[in-house]
């Protein structure tokens, strides 16, 4: 998701003050764009009183821009959060502009309120609760100034994208021709498992180390019913939801041979130890297999466009920022907002994910 990834990756920065909304500040200032003091505040009010809109910037964000201790305030951290998607925006539309001369037609902006609709929802999908209320419902709620940078952020995030050296176009001739050289990342997997008490580890370990089969392994050790047929679990193309994860469990060991370090699970209430072996590889068509190509190649570019946004904000040293917002300073992933009279050390919250094989999932 570009927009999540490239214009609204935020920091999560602990304070325990707070910020009223109608506090006068002079707001924020970005090589020379600003946004006034008036339209934060009218932005923070917004967030802080439409749950729909609340829910879906906490989506895409590490923040959850949380009430403060008044009616018309909100948490330090939580402003904080808001104004360095600020700053972050603001950064890479002057990048647009003046590096790729970026100049967004009506036409464009309305494709790239589409897509950021479409990220939104996606996003709430994604969740075990989803927000109520629609994605457009949440950009209606937004003052008109913020519902404008958000969907022009939007675009310069696209523009962006599609102009790095480093991303792949998204298109059914780029993917076939990624997959082609890329095969091998997309077979169909077979996979048997054992899931074995912490206190047998050890001793599954050197059973494996001593020769044993994955078959026999399963059938001495494993806890789970599959372990009676030597731990069988079934086959996963790259269309299925666990796949990511079985790929990531098998990556790195040969067929018929178990993971030296198992993941923790937690099966029948009480931890245990999952091992993955792949017992089966079969090439997959790229009909089956391009949702997961097309899954790849949008983290590869999702992750381009991170690097460059870095490289943005490095460059965009001419921040000044309200100390009621915060104050800009370097963190370990690059420059960003920090919360008012925090220590300056870097907290950066980013979008990650955990790889678990299918059969972890299972028992959770």
């Not at 904080?80 to 890479?92: D, F, K, P, S």
């Not at 001593?210 to 679990?233: I, N, Q």
């Amino acid at each position: 998701m570009v927009r999540r990834l490239v214009a609204l990756l935020v920091i999560a920065v602990l304070g325990a003050t707070f910020y009223g909304l109608y506090n006068n500040s002079s707001g924020i200032s970005v090589n020379g764009g600003t946004v006034p003091s008036s339209t934060l505040r009218s932005e923070l009010l917004a967030i802080s009183t439409n749950p729909t809109l609340d829910c879906y910037l906490t989506l895409l964000g590490a923040s959850s821009f949380a009430p403060g201790a008044g009616g018309a305030s909100m948490k330090a951290s939580d402003a904080t959060a808001w104004a360095n998607l600020r700053v972050e925006g603001l950064a890479i539309e002057s990048y647009a502009t003046t590096a790729l001369n970026f100049h967004p037609s009506a036409s464009t902006l309305a494709k790239a309120q589409v897509s950021l609709e479409s990220e939104l929802t996606q996003a709430s999908e994604g969740q075990s609760t989803p927000c109520s209320g629609t994605a457009a419902q949440a950009l209606s709620e937004m003052p008109a100034e913020m519902r404008t940078f958000e969907v022009t952020s939007q675009a310069a995030s696209l523009d962006l994208v599609t102009k790095l050296n480093s991303t792949v176009p998204l298109t059914v001739t780029s993917m076939k021709q990624y997959y082609s050289t890329h095969t091998a990342d997309y077979d169909t997997i077979c996979v048997s498992v054992a899931v074995v008490d912490p206190s047998e580890v050890t001793a599954f370990g050197e059973a494996q180390t001593s020769g044993m089969s994955v078959a026999a392994l399963a059938k001495k050790f494993s806890e789970d019913p599959s372990g009676k047929k030597g731990g069988a679990y079934g086959c996963f193309a790259p269309s299925s939801t666990s796949y990511a994860g079985v790929r990531a469990a098998t990556l790195t060991t040969k067929i018929d041979t178990f993971t030296t370090t198992p993941e923790e699970i937690t099966y029948n209430n009480a931890e245990a130890a999952l091992f993955v072996a792949a017992t089966k590889r079969s090439a997959t068509p790229f009909a089956q297999a391009e949702t997961a190509v097309l899954s790849d190649l949008e983290n590869a570019n999702a992750t381009a466009a991170n690097l460059q946004k870095e490289k943005i904000l490095e460059k965009y040293t001419n921040v000044a920022i309200d100390p009621s917002f915060g104050s800009w300073g370097s963190a370990a992933n690059g420059p960003e907002v920090f919360a008012p009279a925090t220590p300056s050390k870097g907290i950066v919250g980013s979008t990650t994910i955990t790889n678990l094989s299918a059969a972890a999932s299972t028992y959770k």
